[in-house]
């Protein structure tokens, strides 16, 4: 082969070489590009499932999401709660929007929406971000409070706010039907006080003016006798009022008391009448249909409280000054295992719109200050909590009916309680026993003795630790007549302590109360199966219950 042509291969091969290095280097440079692309398309499909989880979390939010733009911040988009919240039809509705727009003129500080809006603006671009309390008004014209966080973001180079907003109707609902409750304790409390104080007293006035009006017959020889008897029967009938209020009070202030018991509902029915009385007696007649009726499992004073509501709505539904004209009937029935209740009035009654509302909390159409519309919301969930129903029929200028449901008391094997069989009463003379009576209240201590003397041996001390000191010398007591709530020593106390000792007698101990139970006394009480004995108490009460102790003592 001549040289020329050697010079020629050797060229070829050169550039072949150079192709081949060329074509080698393109090949990764299209490699390299096709991993940019497709780097590009991960990152567009990365991008794109963010967006779209931010949109589902964005959307789905139960709080309202907005975003605000400057200069004038108006909103620019939201999440459906938001339109939801605010009543806002659509986007375009929306982006004419601002926050001074959904708010009121005044916030609860007294200054302007917009003063305030400027201000908190101010503050989350500053600050990057800032939460604060704020009253919204729906586009309906609904004021709401809320609580609102405002954070700064920045999109595409533009800083921009975007607004959570929390609204807390429910919540302060809740804490105002919590608070509510606390109120209603509160004045449990203060109830049972004032029943304690109004207790004492009257029941050593109630027992005197009781044998008074029972001797003055008696009497062979009195000037104007009738005109005493009158007055003696007149006084009685005052003090067994008052002693029906205290008696009420009583129950009134055990709402609290979260214990189910075996309840008589007449008994828990006529306790809020007599609380209610002043209310009713202006508007309307109070008519009672009552059937005999089993009893109840139930709280007391949660029934008196749910039956206190209902007859201050009916008398409320009632126009005042007419009440020869108008009726409140409280009528009572069975149907197999339930007991009802309805109470009736002839009242305004409640229009069909506000019909479906009269449970939601804070609804009244009372006037201002007549009511919190909170009354059927509890009285429905007082219920509840025994297994209960409350229903609201009314007919617009006709009246309104409420009718309660309760479930009856049953025995283990299933079958209704009934009350315990009358004891038989005995052919033989009453036993004379020994009563010990530990109270406090001097005029207490007086008229038991009264009472008792005449067909028992009574020994009367004045407080608990006398009582103890008394007892470790001479335990030979029938009886002990024992106050509840005493200084130093208290009633369950001294109990307790007699347990210990003697506990054959301290079976036979009786606690007498005016009512005012602390949590403690109220739950030795229910562990305990000694009897009970409410100031004030009438003669015969009184004495029964001493004699039927003293002869189970025989």
């Given at each position: 082969m001549?040289?020329s042509?050697?010079?020629e ?11 081949r290095g060329?074509?080698?280097?393109l090949?990764?440079?299209l490699?390299e590009?096709r991993r940019?692309?497709?780097?590009a398309?991960?990152?567009h499909a990365a991008l794109a499932a963010s ?9 789905r939010?139960?709080d309202?999401?907005?975003t605000?733009?400057?200069p004038?911040w108006k909103?620019t988009s939201a999440n459906?709660a938001?339109l939801?919240m605010?009543g ?16 009121p003129e005044l916030q609860p ?7 305030n809006?400027r201000e908190?603006i101010a ?5 990057g971000?800032h939460?604060f309390?704020w009253t919204h008004r729906?586009?309906s014209?609904?004021d709401?409070p809320a609580?609102?966080v405002?954070v ?6 533009v800083r921009l706010?975007?607004?959570i ?15 509510q ?5 509160s004045m449990?409390?203060?109830?049972a006080g ?5 207790n004492n007293?009257?029941?050593?006035v109630l ?5 008074l009006?029972?001797?003055?017959p008696t009497?062979?020889c009195?000037a104007?006798?009738?005109?005493l008897l ?11 009022r ?6 009420g009070?009583?129950?009134f202030?055990?709402?609290e008391?979260?214990e189910?018991?075996k309840v008589d509902?007449?008994?828990a029915?006529?306790?809020a009448a007599?609380i209610a009385h002043n209310?009713?007696k ?7 249909d009552?059937?005999e ?9 949660k ?6 509501n209902?007859?201050i ?6 126009p005042?000054?007419?009440?020869a004209?108008h009726?409140?009937t409280?009528?009572?029935w ?10 009736s009035d002839?009242g305004a009654?409640?229009a ?5 509302r009269v449970?939601?909390?804070?609804f009244?159409?009372k ?7 909170l009354g059927?919301?509890?009285?429905r969930t007082?219920l509840?909590?025994v297994g ?6 009314s007919e ?6 409420v009718?309660?449901r309760?479930?009856v008391?049953?025995t283990?094997?299933?079958t209704?309680?009934a009350a315990?069989?009358a004891?038989p009463?005995?052919?033989?003379p ?7 009576v530990?109270?406090?209240e001097?005029?207490?201590r007086?008229?038991?003795q009264?009472?008792?003397?005449r ?12 009582a103890?000191a008394?007892?470790e010398q001479?335990?030979a007591f029938d009886?002990v007549?024992?106050?509840?709530m005493?200084?130093e020593?208290s009633?369950?106390e001294?109990?307790?302590w007699?347990a210990?000792?003697?506990p054959?007698?301290?079976r036979r101990?009786?606690f ?5 139970f602390?949590?403690e ?5 229910e ?8 100031k004030?108490?009438?003669v015969?009460e ?6 039927e102790?003293v002869?189970?003592?025989?």
């Amino acid at each position: 082969m001549s040289e020329s042509v050697e010079s020629e291969v050797d060229a070829l091969q050169r550039e072949l070489a150079a192709a081949r290095g060329e074509n080698a280097a393109l090949t990764q440079s299209l490699a390299e590009h096709r991993r940019l692309v497709e780097g590009a398309r991960d990152a567009h499909a990365a991008l794109a499932a963010s967006e779209e989880r931010f949109r589902i979390l964005f959307d789905r939010s139960p709080d309202a999401l907005m975003t605000l733009e400057p200069p004038e911040w108006k909103f620019t988009s939201a999440n459906p709660a938001m339109l939801a919240m605010f009543g806002i039809r659509d986007d375009a509705e929306l982006r004419t929007l601002d926050a001074e727009r959904v708010s009121p003129e005044l916030q609860p500080d007294g200054r302007t929406s917009a003063e305030n809006a400027r201000e908190v603006i101010a503050l989350a671009m500053r600050n990057g971000a800032h939460a604060f309390e704020w009253t919204h008004r729906r586009l309906s014209g609904e004021d709401f409070p809320a609580t609102v966080v405002l954070v700064r973001v920045e999109f595409h180079g533009v800083r921009l706010l975007q607004a959570i907003v929390h609204d807390e109707t429910d919540e302060r609902r809740v804490q105002a039907s919590l608070a509510q409750r606390d109120r209603l304790a509160s004045m449990g409390m203060l109830a049972a006080g004032v029943a304690h104080e109004i207790n004492n007293p009257l029941a050593y006035v109630l027992a005197s003016v009781e044998a008074l009006a029972e001797a003055l017959p008696t009497l062979p020889c009195v000037a104007d006798k009738d005109d005493l008897l009158e007055a003696a029967a007149s006084a009685l009938e005052g003090t067994r009022r008052i002693a029906g209020i205290a008696r009420g009070l009583s129950t009134f202030a055990r709402v609290e008391r979260m214990e189910c018991t075996k309840v008589d509902l007449h008994q828990a029915i006529e306790s809020a009448a007599t609380i209610a009385h002043n209310e009713i007696k202006y508007r309307a007649t109070l008519v009672r249909d009552y059937a005999e009726l089993p009893l109840l499992w139930a709280s007391e004073g949660k029934l008196s409280q749910v039956f206190l509501n209902l007859l201050i709505n009916a008398a409320h539904a009632t126009p005042e000054g007419d009440a020869a004209a108008h009726r409140i009937t409280v009528r009572t029935w069975v149907v197999g295992d339930d007991v009802f209740a309805a109470i009736s009035d002839t009242g305004a009654g409640i229009a069909p719109e506000h019909l479906e509302r009269v449970f939601e909390p804070f609804f009244t159409t009372k006037k201002a200050g007549r009511g919190s519309g909170l009354g059927l919301a509890i009285c429905r969930t007082l219920l509840a909590e025994v297994g209960g129903e409350l229903r609201v029929e009314s007919e617009l200028g006709r009246g309104t009916r409420v009718v309660v449901r309760l479930p009856v008391v049953r025995t283990d094997a299933g079958t209704q309680a009934a009350a315990p069989a009358a004891k038989p009463p005995s052919i033989l003379p009453p036993a004379r026993g020994r009563v010990l009576v530990v109270d406090d209240e001097e005029h207490i201590r007086s008229v038991m003795q009264r009472m008792l003397r005449r067909a028992h041996d009574v020994v009367t001390v004045a407080s608990g630790r006398e009582a103890q000191a008394l007892l470790e010398q001479d335990a030979a007591f029938d009886v002990v007549l024992c106050d509840l709530m005493m200084p130093e020593l208290s009633g369950p106390e001294l109990h307790a302590w007699l347990a210990a000792r003697h506990p054959a007698l301290a079976r036979r101990v009786v606690f007498v109360s005016g009512g005012a139970f602390t949590p403690e006394a109220s739950e030795y009480l229910e562990s305990v199966e000694n009897r009970q004995l409410g100031k004030p108490f009438e003669v015969r009460e009184l004495q029964s219950l001493v004699a039927e102790m003293v002869e189970r003592a025989g």
